[in-house]
Nanobody
Framework: VQLVESGGGLVQPGGSLRLSCAAS????????MSWYRQAPGKERELVAG????????NYADSVKGRFTISRDNAKNTVYLQMNSLKPEDTAVYYC?????????WGQGTQVTVSS
C-alpha cells in the first residue's frame, strides 16, 4: 500500500488549496478513504472521510461547509478541496486507508495558512 499526498503549501487566510492523494497497492474502489491533520503540539484528528464509491461523506465540525472530500476511482485518487482557509487549519495533512485492523498513512503534506 502506498499513499502519496500533494498540493500543500502556503496560503493567505480566506484562500483555497486542493490536496490530492494518489493510492496504489490495493483495490482503491473497495475502501473508504480519509483525510487527517496534525498541528504542532496537537493530536492527529480526522478531517473528512468518504465511502468507497463516494456516496457517503463525513466532516469534522471545524471544517464543515468549507472543505469537500471527493474521489476518482478511475485515477485511484482522493481529494480534499479546502476553501475559506483559516490560520487554525495550519497542519500536516495525511491521507489514510484502513484495511482490516491496519491503518496506512501517507507521508503528509504541509498546509500553512498565514498572512
Amino acid at each position: 500500500v502506498q499513499l502519496v499526498e500533494s498540493g500543500g503549501g502556503l496560503v493567505q487566510p480566506g484562500g483555497s488549496l486542493r490536496l490530492s492523494c494518489a493510492a496504489s497497492g490495493f483495490t482503491f474502489s473497495g475502501y473508504a478513504m480519509s483525510w487527517y491533520r496534525q498541528a504542532p503540539g496537537k493530536e492527529r484528528e480526522l478531517v473528512a472521510g468518504i465511502s468507497s464509491y463516494g456516496v457517503t461523506t463525513n466532516y469534522a465540525d471545524s471544517v464543515k461547509g468549507r472543505f469537500t472530500i471527493s474521489r476518482d476511482n478511475a485515477k485511484n485518487t482522493v481529494y480534499l478541496q479546502m476553501n475559506s482557509l483559516k490560520p487554525e487549519d495550519t497542519a500536516v495533512y495525511y491521507c489514510n486507508v484502513r484495511r482490516g485492523a491496519r491503518a496506512y498513512w501517507g507521508q503528509g503534506t504541509q498546509v500553512t495558512v498565514s498572512s
